[in-house]
């Protein structure tokens, strides 16, 4: 199976993921509110540029260990209620290792059954 003939999952779970423009020395928190294999949406506080690339950096729970990938913004509005300030970003995934997108697959699939 090649990686366009990849099933999607998608998963709702909130977890830690840490984001920077490439070349900043500066981690910005935001939380997951869904994972997938093709890409991740968060909750923030700073507002980003659509189509802009992100470097994040995340840890899934017994599984890859803390790695760091690139990311493009897609979206970003108010997180309609979740709180004053808050926006609900989309990131799609880009430049992911293989084994990386393999060890998000495997983590979705344990959590979804």
Not at 81 to 95: A, C, D, M, P, V
Request: one cysteine or more.
């Amino acid at each position: 199976m090649g990686i366009g003939d990849r099933l999607c999952l998608r998963l709702r779970s909130r977890f830690p993921v840490f984001s920077k423009t490439p070349g900043s020395p500066r981690w910005t928190k935001a939380f997951s509110v869904d994972l997938s294999t093709s890409g991740l949406g968060l909750l923030t506080r700073q507002p980003v540029e659509k189509d802009s690339v992100s470097e994040l950096r995340l840890g899934l729970r017994g599984s890859i260990g803390k790695v760091v990938f690139r990311g493009r913004v897609v979206h970003q509005m108010p997180a309609k209620g979740k709180g004053r300030g808050l926006l609900s970003t989309g990131i799609r995934f880009e430049e992911v290792p293989a084994h990386v997108l393999d060890s998000i697959t495997r983590f979705i699939s344990k959590q979804l059954n």
